[in-house]
Structure formats: C-alpha cells, structure tokens
C-alpha cells in the first residue's frame, strides 16, 4: 500500500474511519506519511491536524481512541479505509459518529455479534453467553437445536409475540454457535450473496 501523497498541495489524503463492527462511518481525517507510520505503529488512528499543524492520535485527550482493525487504499492511491473499534462516542459533541449517525436495526446484529464475541473472549461468571462456550461446541449446538424446535412448535399457532421471542432466542443461539466455530456474520452473508448471483 503506496498512498500518493504528492496528489494534493498539502501532502495530504483523506482517511475515511469506519466503524469495523456497525460499518457505519465515523469520521474523515487527514494523514500523511508520518501520521500513517504512527497509526499502523500504534494501532490507533492518528491524523495530520491542520489546525494545530501537527500529528493527532484520536482520543488522545479524551480517551476514546479508534482501534484500528485495517487499512485499505482506493483504486487511485489517493484515499485511505481505516475500519476500526471505536472506545467511546467518536465525535466531541458526544455522537457515535462526526456524521450524527446512530446505530441503526441494521447494524444492532453486528454490535451482538461484537458483545458475543467479548464474552466469548473476556468470560465472566455471570454471563449466561461465557457459561455457555464454558459448556463446549455440544452443549451450544444443543441448544441451538432446542431453539430450532421451539420456533417450529410456536410458528403453527397464532402467537405473534411469542413466535418473535423464539425467533430471538434462535437468532441469538445461532450467533453464539458461528462464534464457537470461529465464524462470523459476513461469511455467512459472502454464502448468500454467492448463491443468490
């Protein structure tokens, strides 16, 4: 990867930050061989701020850092995708985004996904989730089958919450499962796509 840095007077590219989990994105920035250096260095986004004319590492006074997951360069070499775990609000007036954006419906099963992970990861005695990749691929697998079966049994009667709350409970299952397999939603989404062409 060979940004152009030479492409724009300032010797600077934009580069767009992406929330690596929601996919929405975040802010826009200015970096340039120095502040890329620095963010592939310390795994956190760091900008060339032209109002205080030196390098910026986001969150460096508010703590709430972007941790970067990956980089990737358009097609001109001259714009930069940062995808990355936001600690915090993004934007100083307190938003998840510079853009004002909220997580949408959408994107709450990637935030699931990121949680199911993290306890997955980071196990505590009080999640039901850690207990249960405690209990190992059978018992998860199990359970998923129960859930499969439920949604079944309350799909034939006219239920409409409670066929939603098995619906859930599948969904939620399934999630934990594509975890303990070490996969993830996007691969599942890359199958779909696949087939649907």
Same mark, same amino acid.
């Given at each position: 990867?060979?940004?152009?840095?030479?492409?724009?007077?300032?010797?600077?590219?934009?580069?767009?930050?992406?929330?690596?989990?929601?996919?929405?994105?975040?802010?826009?920035?200015?970096?340039?061989?120095?502040?890329?250096?620095?963010?592939?260095?310390?795994?956190?986004?760091?900008?060339?701020?032209?109002?205080?004319?030196?390098?910026?590492?986001?969150?460096?006074?508010?703590?709430?850092?972007?941790? #970067?997951?990956?980089?990737?360069?358009?097609?001109?070499?001259?714009?930069?995708?940062?995808?990355?775990?936001?600690?915090?609000?993004?934007?100083?007036?307190?938003?998840?985004?510079?853009?004002?954006?909220?997580?949408?419906?959408?994107?709450?099963?990637?935030?699931?996904?990121?949680?199911?992970?993290?306890?997955?990861?980071?196990?505590?005695?009080?999640?039901?989730?850690?207990?249960?990749?405690?209990?190992?691929?059978?018992?998860?697998?199990?359970?998923?089958?129960?859930?499969?079966?439920?949604? #079944?049994?309350?799909?034939?009667?006219?239920?409409?919450?409670?066929?939603?709350?098995?619906?859930?409970?599948?969904?939620?299952?399934?999630?934990?499962?594509?975890?303990?397999?070490?996969?993830?939603?996007?691969?599942?989404?890359?199958?779909?796509?696949?087939?649907?062409?």
């Amino acid at each position: 990867m060979k940004p152009d840095f030479t492409k724009y007077k300032d010797g600077l590219v934009p580069a767009i930050v992406q929330d690596a989990t929601t996919k929405n994105v975040l802010m826009l920035g200015f970096m340039n061989n120095e502040a890329l250096n620095k963010t592939q260095e310390l795994k956190k986004v760091t900008f060339f701020s032209r109002t205080k004319n030196r390098l910026w590492t986001k969150g460096e006074e508010s703590g709430n850092f972007l941790n #970067v997951q990956s980089i990737t360069i358009d097609c001109d070499n001259d714009t930069l995708l940062i995808k990355a775990n936001p600690v915090g609000p993004v934007c100083h007036t307190g938003s998840d985004t510079c853009f004002n954006e909220k997580n949408t419906d959408a994107n709450f099963l990637y935030q699931l996904e990121s949680i199911i992970s993290d306890r997955k990861n980071n196990p505590t005695d009080s999640s039901y989730t850690s207990s249960l990749f405690k209990k190992g691929i059978n018992k998860i697998a199990q359970k998923v089958g129960e859930e499969a079966v439920e949604i #079944v049994i309350e799909a034939k009667d006219n239920n409409d919450e409670l066929f939603l709350g098995e619906a859930a409970d599948l969904l939620f299952h399934y999630l934990i499962l594509l975890q303990a397999k070490n996969k993830n939603l996007d691969q599942v989404i890359e199958v779909l796509k696949k087939r649907h062409k």
